[in-house]
T-cell receptor, first 113, second 113 residues
Framework: AQSVTQLDSQVPVFEEAPVELRCNYS??????LFWYVQYPNQGLQLLLK??????LVKGINGFEAEFNKSQTSFHLRKPSVHISDTAEYFC???????????FGTGTRLQVFP | EAGVAQSPRYKIIEKRQSVAFWCNPI?????LYWYQQILGQGPKLLIQ????????DSQLPKDRFSAERLKGVDSTLKIQPAKLEDSAVYLC???????????FGNGTRLTVT
């Protein structure tokens, strides 16, 4: 079965600094990878997804992620964060379009002024 | 387009009581999901519907949880009787089909005392 590990439960960072949120997944023949963001008291919103093709995926709000098959990683990055990026970020994986989506435990990004 | 609607937003009940949550997906979305998100954890799929048929309910505690999606549109998730460990946010999501991104509602926060 697929699994996802988000090693960092919290990441504090100052505004305008770069940030990387780490995600590792269990190896499989094929994987679809996703990053979702959850603002306080709201549902999850899709940031970006990797289905196939280019390993560098660009998403909304200036975020991007790189699929690294050899390291089974899909880390999320932003070159300069804003206060409004403070939220919970979830990495998710499934083995195909009809497969169950498995979420990681989440990383809380706290941006300080 | 209108998003996924859920009600109520908050519910507090005593253990052994019953509770029901309602979800109205985005118009035209055939696939509907119920997720349970316990504090500090990622969302866990409880049940997935395709139109009004169940696709996956392998993680639904069927002795106390039930869900239905009459006419392939709205859905209701019920817990009877509730336990303390059912305290969580219950998220409803919908997608055009099982190949499309998920759109989440804002969730119902359940507290069982």
């Amino acid at each position: 079965a697929q699994s996802v590990t988000q090693l960092d439960s919290q990441v504090p960072v100052f505004e305008e600094a770069p940030v990387e949120l780490r995600c590792n997944y269990s190896s499989s023949v094929s994987v679809y990878l996703f990053w979702y963001v959850q603002y306080p008291n709201q549902g999850l919103q899709l940031l970006l997804k990797y289905l196939s093709g280019s390993t560098l995926v660009k998403g909304i709000n200036g975020f991007e992620a790189e699929f690294n098959k050899s390291q089974t990683s899909f880390h999320l990055r932003k070159p300069s964060v804003h206060i409004s990026d403070t939220a919970e970020y979830f990495c998710a994986v499934n083995g195909g379009p009809t497969d169950k989506l498995i979420f990681g435990t989440g990383t809380r990004l706290q941006v300080f002024p | 387009e209108a998003g996924v609607a859920q009600s109520p937003r908050y519910k507090i009940i005593e253990k052994r009581q019953s509770v029901a949550f309602w979800c109205n997906p985005i118009s035209g979305h055939a696939t509907l999901y119920w997720y349970q998100q316990i504090l500090g954890q990622g969302p866990k799929l409880l049940i997935q519907f395709q139109n009004n048929g169940v696709v996956d309910d392998s993680q639904l505690p069927k002795d106390r949880f039930s869900a239905e999606r009459l006419k392939g549109v709205d859905s209701t998730l019920k817990i009877q009787p509730a336990k303390l460990e059912d305290s969580a946010v219950y998220l409803c999501a919908s997608s055009f089909d099982s190949y499309s991104p998920l759109h989440f509602g804002n969730g119902t926060r359940l507290t069982v005392t």
